[in-house]
């Protein structure tokens, strides 16, 4: 049986209450955290369709739900989990970041040259189209 809830307000019995809004706006709408060596493959996602190993640390990760425009807010992490320890730079190619898409980019800080990460995470906040 499908069904909708309809309410401006959550209130908890001890806590309190909030606006909805708060809920709907300050929710992620995609968040992935991803294996970047090897053949990637994604450790858990929310409202991820599929990501595109492009070169090496250059991924793509495409949205099952688009977003209402590029204009939203990303956090990025990545992280080695073995072996040496290095630091790593993460970034996001803005001029491909799109409604239903965003590349990210993995660099070594001290090679500066691109690199593949064990662990990538992101995630996205945003309104969904």
């Known amino acids: 049986m499908a069904g909708k809830i309809v309410a401006d307000t959550l209130e908890h019995s001890t806590a309190g209450s909030v606006s909805t809004q708060y ?15 090897g053949t990637i493959a994604a450790r858990d996602n929310f409202n991820i369709s599929g990501y595109i190993d492009n070169d090496t640390g250059d991924y793509t990760h495409s949205y099952t739900n688009s977003l209402g425009n590029s204009n939203y807010c990303y956090l990025l ?12 730079n993460i970034g996001v190619d803005t001029s491909t970041q799109a409604a239903g898409s965003m590349r990210i980019h993995t660099y070594g800080l001290s090679t500066g040259n691109a690199d593949n990460f064990e662990v990538i995470t992101m995630a996205i906040f945003g309104d969904l189209a």
Do not use: H, I, P, Y
């Open 23 to 37: 809920v709907v706006e300050g929710s992620a709408k995609v968040w992935s955290n991803l294996n970047g060596t």
């Open 77 to 88: 992490t990545c992280d080695f989990q073995s072996g040496t320890a290095r630091n790593a």
